[in-house]
């Protein structure tokens, strides 16, 4: 408690110099805050955005899929296996869907894209990013009409508007040539020219007729759990439930490499900027923290001389660093909190700068700055900066532990 008492009041000294080392460690929070809350919020919504686009955080599909898509690789059964899915903790919704590569034709070009079968009586905005972002008309009813949604660039390419023509060439599941024609119905626009520019929404059994499917059979079932993080982990617990030597359960690091790619090296960068923000505040604590060492050297001897305990120093010094890390970190709750909760509900608008395509990898990107900060990253932070704090007292420390009494006394 002695020692406790004493460190504390060491630190006030020199009140300018511990203050400012405060605000160091605290602006330091703050950084680091703002570096880990801006990322999760970022990775999350992209990889959110990307399962929302057609595959799914697990996607549950025919083996050998993945590696070269082709719509003669079916899924068997795939309605029992969505119902099957519904049921597993953390999965929010599963979606049964039909995905290939078309060219689409009006009276005006060809251009070539990907088509994207659903059933409209499952589907909604909710987990369908497309749907969501419907700027035009709607989505085609159920059963085996022939409705289409098509994105905005696409539509402009081939002179398209709601209930125009729109023929779609792909191949059947036998490899034959197959052609059918569908009207449009909506237009949507995410803000992403990949998927504005070549995805098409078709309905699954209208596609099912014309690529010779079976009603139980598609592409894959796309599943949406409740938080990405988890994704891999209900891999292994989707597989458990459903899987089988013909098919395959992917996580989306898997189905979507490029996102991953993405995610991965942002994510990279971001440790180093944390790491070089990190040590630039340990060496400030360790400055403030010697410089109180080396100015009490005479003070040391005569304590050392009276009978303390080289450890019982080693201490002292220690228990201010570690008064020196709660202040800090005091402070960088008390100037961070306005700071996350501007970025929480207001954001900083980027769109000016990044432009027409809010996109990395053919993903939406949003260009407000907002942050989301988990739970996990926030005690990851403050024990960080604690534990760097600390160990900057430690060489402090035993220099004061290991300046002999008789040479302490002589130093003024």
Known sequence: MKVNKLAWRNLWRRKRRTLITAFSIAFGVLLAVTFTGTGDYAYTNMIDASANMGLGHVTVEPRGYNETPSLDKRLQHADDTRA??????????????ILGQAMFASAAKNVGGVFLGIDPAAESGTHNLLLRSLVEGELFPAGRGHGAVVGSKLAEKLNLSLGRKLVYTTSDANGDIVSEIARVSGIFRTGADEADGSMVLLPIDAVRDTLNYAPHEASLVAVIVDDQRRAETLTQAIAAQVGNPQREVLPWQRTQPEIAGVVAMDRSGNYISQLLVGLLVAAGILNTLLMSVLERTREFGVMMALGMAPRTLFRLVITESLWLAVLGLLLGVIITVPWFLYLVYVGIDFSA??????????VLVDPVLRIRLYRESALAILAGVFTLTLLSGLYPAWRAARVPPVQSLKAL
């Open 84 to 97: 099957r899915l519904l049921h597993l903790p953390g999965v929010s919704n599963a979606y049964v869907r």
């Open 353 to 362: 700068a990044i432009g027409q395509d809010y996109s990395a990898g053919g």
